[in-house]
């Protein structure tokens, strides 16, 4: 039981580089539901509270779950799995298909499935292309800088270069977008990029970003 406790905690610290991208997208709601399960403290809730960059707050999250131990981290991976986070972040469906391996969990899975399972291809996985930031590009509005700031974490100084060195609006918003897409590299996912612009304080209408969605 106590190797398997640890195996809780390894498992959620193994995944959190990449909850920590997907959860950032409303970071407030999952520290609400995780608090409201006793996942942290109140005094911890109020630290995480503080941070004012929502990947600080998820990584302060996961990382007081952790250090509290594999009932919390358990706790952590139930929600997770809960239909109303699923809904809430669709990337998070991978989850669901995590579990703690032990010594005798890894010999009955190999027994009962000796084939090796096929990998899901889920819609947006790939990079995201040119052409699809030229169609993004096309149909953010002027708010397109807040966009930069909020969701991308663009540099301010950065954003009014862009704006300086490129002429037309749709310019300035795809130079914006390449610029994210350099910075993420092999994160910079068609997937990732919607998750990110679909963010509901941000009102960018979902019907002009859906080509981020569709099969590569």
């Known amino acids: 039981m106590a190797e398997e406790a640890a195996n809780v ?23 609400q539901c995780a608090h409201s399960r006793s ?5 911890g809730y109020e630290k995480i509270q503080s941070c004012q960059v929502p990947s600080e707050k998820v990584q302060e999250l996961l990382d007081q779950v952790i250090l509290r131990g594999s009932k919390a981290a358990q706790g952590m991976l139930d929600l997770l799995k809960e239909k109303q986070m699923q809904e809430t972040f669709p990337r998070l469906d991978f989850v669901k298909d995590l579990r703690v391996r032990t010594p005798s969990s890894v010999e009955e899975s190999e027994l009962q499935d000796p084939m090796p399972a096929k990998k899901t291809h889920h819609k947006g996985s790939g990079l995201v292309t040119e052409k699809q930031l030229m169609i993004v590009a096309k149909s953010l509005g002027s708010s397109w800088r807040e966009i930069g700031r909020l969701a991308l974490d663009i540099p301010t100084v950065t954003l009014e270069q862009i704006e300086e060195e490129k002429k037309t609006f749709s ?3 795809f130079a914006m977008l ?18 990110l612009l679909s963010q509901e304080i941000l009102a960018v209408p979902l019907e002009s970003i859906k080509c981020l969605l569709e099969t590569d």
């Not at 610290?13 to 999952?30: G, H, M, P, S, Y």
């Not at 996942?39 to 005094?43: E, G, H, K, T, Y």
């Not at 390449?178 to 998750?195: F, G, I, P, V």
Request: avoid cysteine; charge should be positive; hydrophobic fraction near 45%.
């Open 9 to 31: 905690v390894h498992l959620l610290k193994a995944q959190k580089e990449t909850l920590i991208d997907i959860l950032r997208a409303d970071a407030d709601f999952v520290v």
């Open 171 to 173: 310019e300035r918003v």
């Open 178 to 195: 390449n610029y994210w897409r350099n910075q993420k590299r092999e994160k910079a996912t068609a997937a990732h990029l919607h998750s």
């Open 39 to 43: 996942l942290v403290s109140d005094r």
